[in-house]
Nanobody, 125 residues
């Protein structure tokens, strides 16, 4: 499985961006998908996750109410809509796929089997 993320860019505080991740392969609809981010000098952290059907979503406390994750299984795509961006949202954003999801592992980096290359989001004050 290959994941290709896009949509990053530079915005000012309060701005919006939409990240997209396209997956190769026929099994996309069975994967749990997520977005993680990594800021310079910090560990990679969970941002948002979505179950295989799209009805179950999880968010980190820092983005709840500002970010929305969605997926289109017909297009093998997962999106992250980001609103009211803050300088602390600046990071390299990665999409990830969990091919063998287990209860309680949504937020764990070690649970994900495939990773995209990352797309950079920069928010200036």
């Amino acid at each position: 499985v290959q994941l290709q993320a896009s949509g990053g860019g530079s915005v000012q505080t309060g701005g919006s961006l939409r990240l997209s991740c396209v997956a190769s392969g026929p099994a996309f609809s069975r994967y749990v998908m997520a977005w993680f981010r990594q800021a310079p000098g910090k560990e990679r952290e969970f941002v948002a996750g979505i179950g295989w059907s799209g009805t179950t979503t999880y968010y980190s406390d820092s983005v709840t109410g500002r970010f929305t994750i969605s997926r289109d299984n017909a297009k093998n795509t997962v999106n992250l809509e980001m609103y009211n961006l803050k300088p602390e949202d600046t990071a390299l954003y990665y999409c990830a796929a969990d091919a063998d999801p287990k209860i309680g592992t949504f937020r764990a980096t070690w649970a994900y089997d495939y990773w995209g290359q990352g797309t950079l989001v920069t928010v200036s004050s």
